[in-house]
């Protein structure tokens, strides 16, 4: 599109929103979508006066910005109604065309500064900015009790944990949420991920930071084997074991299961990861392999500010994608000096963004780590501590440690020690 086509165009949309005012407020425009600054301004002056309650035509806008800026617009409003008589229906089609121009012409701006600035992460946030909007979010009171009780009737249980006190509990992870995972090391976060994504038959993306894609399937294949991890890693397992280890992975070849194994990435990098994944294999659920690890866009704020950057991003992001996020968290070494070594989400490493923005925050604790002669021995405690939308609680599931499984404590169960193994 020329510039003279683009100039036109703007003409005739803002000609038809001073015939018909209802497109005002039903074509979704901002003034910077305009490029001729006359018509940016007339635009900005329709929506404040929309915004007062104010009658809106060819000569009150004209008045207004009149008296708003000292300069006559009456020449220039009275061009673009003439250019919109012709065909003011065709208002909205032209305001589409005006939009994606908008788009094109920004992006060729970012790239220039790109060009000239070398900062790619700043590229990307301003790219992202203009990406295509998928969702409606003004809603009347009553459409949003409509699609409540829709909600409601269709019985949707939320994406399956797999453990069935849990999901009693947060009823299943559910669209549009932040889920926080925290524990100290070696208490099973990333195995808890893992296993919690095994379970939830649904298309999924898995975010690891830390672990490699071929650690991940490694850890995959023993959890839905129920086989010794370490056997299947060092080539020592019984022909029953391999066998069972051949029909998990002909499972998991067949699952919607996506890995993204960037050491460190942005919450840029991720963003784009899941949106991509979203739009081509439409993922129902992301799981984040944990939040210390992500970067924020700048390495210079504090670090406090990186995190709460990182934890809005995946909560906007799920709000975006309308689907739930599932992030794992470290906790503070300190907890290893209190009594009851049981973290709480104070805990959690820089946790005040973490508890603002998260929408549940669940610890996992393992008393056998710290007391040989517990009685929990292959017990594991999910401590709900926030649930936006439920009660919190503990749960208590079994952990077996040599396949890297978290089950249900009534679920039967095999436990594979070394003796399976060749």
């Known amino acids: 599109m020329n510039k003279k086509q683009t100039l036109k165009i703007e003409h005739r949309v803002i000609g038809g929103m ?24 007339t635009h900005a002056a329709m929506l404040e006066m929309v915004a007062q309650g104010k009658t809106v035509d060819l000569v009150t806008v004209a008045e207004h910005l009149e008296k708003k800026t000292g300069k006559g617009y009456l020449s220039v409003l009275e061009r673009a109604y003439e250019s919109a008589v012709i065909g003011v229906s065709n208002t909205p089609a032209l305001g589409d065309a005006l939009r994606i121009h908008s788009k094109q012409r920004t992006a060729r701006d970012i790239g220039q500064q790109l060009a000239e600035s070398g900062d790619i992460d700043s590229a990307m946030r301003a790219l992202m900015g203009i990406g295509p909007e998928s969702h409606q979010y003004s809603y009347t009171l009553g459409e949003a009790t409509r699609n409540f ?34 524990a100290r090391p070696s ?13 939830a038959d649904v298309p999924c993306g898995f975010i690891s ?10 850890r995959a294949a023993a959890i839905l084997s129920q086989t010794n991890a370490w056997g299947l890693r060092n080539r020592v397992l019984s022909e029953r074991s391999w066998s069972r280890i051949a029909e998990a992975t002909s499972r998991l ?20 990861r899941a949106r991509a994944w979203k739009h081509k294999h439409d993922i129902r659920i992301l799981y984040v392999d944990y939040i210390q690890r992500l970067r924020a866009s700048s390495k210079v704020i504090p670090r406090h500010e990186q995190v709460a950057e990182v934890v ?36 959690l490493k820089d946790s005040g963004s973490i508890e603002q923005e998260a929408d549940v925050i669940t610890m996992l604790y393992r008393d056998e780590v710290y007391n040989a002669n517990t009685q929990d021995i ?45």
């Open 312 to 347: 809005m991003g995946l909560k906007e992001l799920a709000r975006d994608l309308d689907i739930p996020v599932v992030a794992l968290a470290q906790v503070n070494r300190s907890v290893e000096h209190k009594d009851d070594k049981r973290p709480s989400m104070g805990d």
């Open 209 to 218: 930071s830390e672990q490699s894609h071929v650690q991940i399937a490694g």
């Open 149 to 182: 009780y829709e909600e409601v009737e269709c019985g949707d249980r939320g994406i399956t944990t797999g453990l069935s006190d849990l999901d009693r509990l947060l009823g299943g992870f559910r669209n549009g949420d932040l889920y926080i995972f925290g």
């Open 253 to 272: 070849n067949e699952m919607s299961y996506y890995i993204f194994d960037q050491a460190a990435p942005s919450i840029i990098d991720i963003v784009r």
């Open 187 to 199: 208490m099973g976060k990333t195995a808890l991920a893992i296993n919690l994504s095994l379970k």
């Open 18 to 41: 001073l015939i018909d005012s209802t497109f005002i407020s039903t074509i979704p425009l901002k003034p910077d979508d305009f490029e001729l600054m006359t018509l940016r301004e």
């Open 378 to 422: 292959g017990i594991a405690e999910l401590n709900v501590e926030k649930n936006r939308h439920g009660p919190t609680g503990r749960v208590q599931v079994a952990w077996i440690a040599e396949s890297m499984r978290f089950e249900d404590i009534q679920s039967p169960y095999e436990c594979k020690d070394e003796r399976d193994t060749a």
